[in-house]
């Protein structure tokens, strides 16, 4: 007996999204920003400066972490897709992920004083591993469900550029967190930072729980397929997934762009303390959330003229002229970093936030793009899985880069025991690794995405397609 194929409804509506729905989805780009942030800029200066820690072990239990957050998510995404509650697919998991994230941030920096190396590296394991996992669980069913809402090429795009204006505004706290926890105040650094991850838990909850009240999903379409509604094998949905060349020419373009600059992103503190400041940890944490606040504050102000420049020369153009302004400004960072004018280090910002800020709005909204395209060759939508696959091939390449950072790090021969007696050559390593590895990634990242398919023209067609009156066995 024939069935109908999917409405319009199922592919998310044409509609504009409404404001309350943008508000409350841009939540999702305040927790990636948290979420790939926080922990790192904390890390090295508690578990290293302050504790001892190898610098090597942090990063390895870093990128364990994002390991596990990277399996993850495609088991999330399949099993968000194929959920059916009265609370729908999606909502269930993201407010037990907002729960295990607070909780278990809040957690991860209560350390005893003088519990030793063994303690610290296990109790860091097991509460980070505890947090990426409430990441995924909030941010794999949530990205899904902004492709559910915005069904049109450049809805999507003004959709993400919310989420982008959060990632940017949570941005300019995570950078302060190390110097807040070092206040007078507190009587020390590890009671502050045990202040810090209680107040920053808290409200990672009570602002997650936000989206999970406010969106409604949309309901299934009665006349889809009985093909497309029946549940799906993990591994089939998997196995079709990777064989969808586009989708793996983008996420390794995406691999190799925050790859190259996650490896590199605790290397600007130790540039500043032990090359711009002499040694001067205050002045050098100072100058990061000063950084991190410029950075952020110009990243924030180019969104609106990134959905513009989308809207006028298309999405694949823009992540093109992004992915080369961020690689143009890794390669200036080895000479604005400067001891002779500390402050010029944000003249960077430049270039680097609107690039950045570009890339980040643009692949949430080329990923509903491509859930459309691969509806167009497999009919069925997989909003989560798919997000959760090009999340899963990206973070594999950020867990990497958490053990890259350390072995870098001890590349350059840098002993933190030795203070500010550092190795001669040490810090002109830090910064060759600083500005040359992004350079290079971005610039590879950006040969990859030459000839990608997907243009504005392409989705429509596809989108016309999948949208005409059809039937199915």
């Given at each position: 007996?024939?069935?109908?194929?999917?409405?319009?409804?199922?592919?998310?509506?044409?509609?504009?999204?409404?404001?309350?729905?943008?508000?409350?989805?841009?939540?999702?780009?305040?927790?990636?920003?948290?979420?790939?942030?926080?922990?790192?800029?904390?890390?090295?200066?508690?578990?290293?400066?302050?504790?001892?820690?190898?610098?090597?072990?942090?990063?390895?239990?870093?990128?364990?972490?994002?390991?596990?957050?990277?399996?993850?998510?495609?088991?999330?995404?399949?099993?968000?897709?194929?959920?059916?509650?009265?609370?729908?697919?999606?909502?269930?998991?993201?407010?037990?992920?907002?729960?295990?994230?607070?909780?278990?941030?809040?957690?991860?920096?209560?350390?005893?004083?003088?519990?030793?190396?063994?303690?610290?590296?296990g109790?860091?394991?097991?509460?980070?591993?505890s947090?990426?996992?409430?990441?995924?669980?909030?941010?794999v069913?949530?990205?899904?469900?902004?492709?559910?809402?915005?069904?049109?090429?450049?809805?999507r795009?003004?959709?993400?550029?919310?989420?982008?204006?959060?990632?940017?505004?949570?941005?300019?706290?995570?950078?302060?967190?190390?110097?807040?926890?070092?206040?007078?105040?507190?009587?020390?650094?590890?009671?502050?930072?045990?202040?810090?991850?209680?107040?920053?838990?808290?409200?990672?909850?009570?602002?997650?729980?936000?989206?999970?009240?406010?969106?409604?999903e949309?309901?299934?379409?009665?006349?889809?397929?009985?093909?497309?509604?029946?549940?799906?094998?993990?591994?089939?949905?998997?196995?079709?997934?990777?064989?969808n060349?586009?989708?793996?020419?983008?996420?390794?373009a995406?691999?190799?762009?925050?790859?190259?600059?996650?490896?590199?992103?605790s290397l600007?503190?130790?540039?500043n303390?032990?090359?711009?400041?002499?040694?001067?940890?205050?002045?050098?944490?100072?100058?990061?959330?000063?950084?991190?606040?410029?950075?952020?504050?110009?990243?924030?102000?180019?969104?609106?003229?990134?959905?513009?420049?989308?809207?006028?020369?298309?999405?694949?153009?823009?992540?093109?002229?992004?992915?080369?302004?961020?690689?143009?400004?890794?390669?200036?960072?080895?000479?604005?970093?400067?001891?002779?004018?500390?402050?010029?280090q944000?003249?960077?910002s430049?270039?680097?936030?609107?690039?950045?800020?570009?890339?980040?709005?643009?692949?949430?909204?080329?990923?509903?793009?491509?859930?459309?395209?691969?509806?167009?060759?497999?009919?069925r939508?997989?909003?989560?899985?798919?997000?959760?696959?090009?999340?899963?091939?990206?973070?594999?390449?950020?867990?990497?880069?958490?053990?890259?950072?350390?072995?870098?790090?001890?590349?350059?021969?840098?002993?933190a025991?030795?203070?500010?007696?550092?190795?001669?050559?040490?810090?002109?390593?830090?910064?060759?690794?600083?500005?040359?590895?992004p350079?290079?990634?971005?610039?590879?990242?950006?040969?990859?995405?030459?000839?990608?398919?997907?243009?504005?023209?392409?989705?429509?067609?596809?989108?016309?397609?999948?949208?005409?009156?059809?039937?199915?066995?």
């Amino acid at each position: 007996m024939p069935h109908s194929a999917p409405t319009p409804t199922d592919r998310g509506s044409t509609a504009p999204v409404r404001p309350h729905e943008r508000l409350a989805f841009s939540v999702f780009g305040g927790v990636q920003q948290f979420s790939n942030t926080a922990p790192v800029y904390l890390a090295n200066p508690i578990f290293n400066l302050a504790l001892g820690l190898n610098p090597v072990l942090i990063g390895t239990v870093l990128a364990v972490a994002r390991l596990w957050d990277a399996v993850a998510d495609p088991f999330i995404g399949h099993l968000s897709d194929n959920t059916t509650s009265r609370w729908g697919r999606r909502r269930p998991y993201m407010a037990a992920g907002a729960i295990l994230m607070g909780v278990s941030f809040a957690a991860m920096w209560w350390l005893p004083r003088d519990a030793g190396q063994s303690f610290y590296l296990g109790y860091f394991l097991f509460t980070v591993l505890s947090f990426y996992t409430g990441v995924s669980l909030f941010t794999v069913p949530i990205n899904a469900l902004g492709i559910e809402l915005a069904g049109d090429y450049h809805e999507r795009t003004r959709l993400f550029g919310w989420s982008g204006v959060m990632h940017k505004i949570v941005g300019f706290t995570t950078g302060w967190l190390y110097p807040v926890a070092q206040l007078a105040v507190f009587q020390g650094v590890l009671t502050g930072v045990r202040v810090v991850g209680c107040v920053c838990g808290t409200l990672l909850i009570l602002v997650c729980l936000v989206p999970v009240l406010m969106l409604r999903e949309r309901p299934p379409s009665a006349g889809a397929t009985v093909a497309a509604t029946q549940r799906e094998p993990f591994l089939q949905a998997m196995k079709i997934i990777l064989r969808n060349r586009v989708l793996l020419r983008f996420s390794l373009a995406c691999l190799l762009t925050m790859t190259s600059l996650t490896t590199v992103s605790s290397l600007g503190l130790y540039i500043n303390i032990y090359h711009i400041f002499h040694g001067d940890k205050v002045a050098a944490a100072a100058m990061m959330g000063v950084w991190g606040t410029t950075f952020n504050a110009v990243a924030l102000l180019s969104i609106p003229g990134v959905m513009w420049v989308a809207r006028r020369i298309g999405k694949h153009r823009a992540i093109m002229l992004a992915l080369g302004m961020v690689s143009v400004s890794a390669v200036l960072k080895f000479v604005l970093y400067t001891p002779a004018a500390p402050y010029l280090q944000l003249a960077t910002s430049l270039l680097h936030a609107p690039g950045l800020a570009a890339y980040l709005v643009l692949v949430g909204s080329m990923t509903a793009d491509l859930v459309d395209y691969d509806e167009s060759l497999n009919g069925r939508r997989r909003e989560a899985l798919i997000g959760a696959a090009n999340g899963w091939i990206t973070k594999m390449g950020i867990s990497l880069s958490f053990i890259f950072a350390g072995l870098v790090l001890s590349a350059t021969g840098f002993d933190a025991a030795l203070g500010d007696h550092q190795p001669p050559g040490t810090v002109l390593w830090m910064r060759l690794f600083f500005c040359g590895i992004p350079a290079l990634g971005t610039a590879t990242a950006l040969l990859l995405l030459r000839g990608y398919p997907l243009t504005r023209e392409r989705v429509s067609e596809i989108q016309a397609t999948l949208h005409a009156p059809k039937t199915a066995v």
